[in-house]
């Protein structure tokens, strides 16, 4: 059973920088962080795998947040830097336990997701 806590939400101005960290419990195939604002659908922000390393982004990212892993310790950060006000929004973890063909951005292919960490970004 793989269980997730997020941390490292936070209030920031724009053009500021979070990390977001992501504490698992448990073995995972791949981990990413996905974002939800208020009366807005869940997306993916960003993705790794943990045997590879390889990472994906979602465009709205543009080389501004970057993920990472930590095996030893189970821990996935994302690091964003010059945040906006429409980063604004609750972030989640999800993991998938095993392969998935799916895209990495589809919310229902992951099967354990955190309780979310809240970002705020005021202009």
């Known amino acids: 059973q793989v269980h997730l806590v997020e941390s490292g939400g936070g209030s920031v101005e724009a053009g500021g920088s979070l990390r977001l960290s992501c504490t698992i419990s448990?073995?995972?195939?791949?981990t990413a962080w996905f974002r939800q604002a208020p009366g807005n659908e869940r997306e993916g922000v960003a993705t790794?795998?943990?045997?590879?390393?390889?990472?994906y982004y979602a465009d709205f990212v543009q080389h501004r947040f970057a993920i990472s892993q930590d095996n030893a310790n189970n821990v996935v950060y994302l690091l964003m830097t010059n945040l906006k006000p429409e980063d604004t929004g609750m972030y989640y973890c999800?993991?998938?336990?095993?392969?998935?063909?799916?895209?990495?951005?589809?919310?229902?292919?992951?099967?354990?997701w955190g309780r979310g960490t809240q970002v705020t970004v005021s202009s």
């Open positions: 999800a993991a998938r336990s095993r392969y998935n063909p799916g895209h990495w951005s589809k919310t229902d292919t992951y099967n354990t």
């Open positions: 448990g073995d995972t195939y791949s």
């Open positions: 790794c795998y943990r045997q590879s390393s390889i990472t």
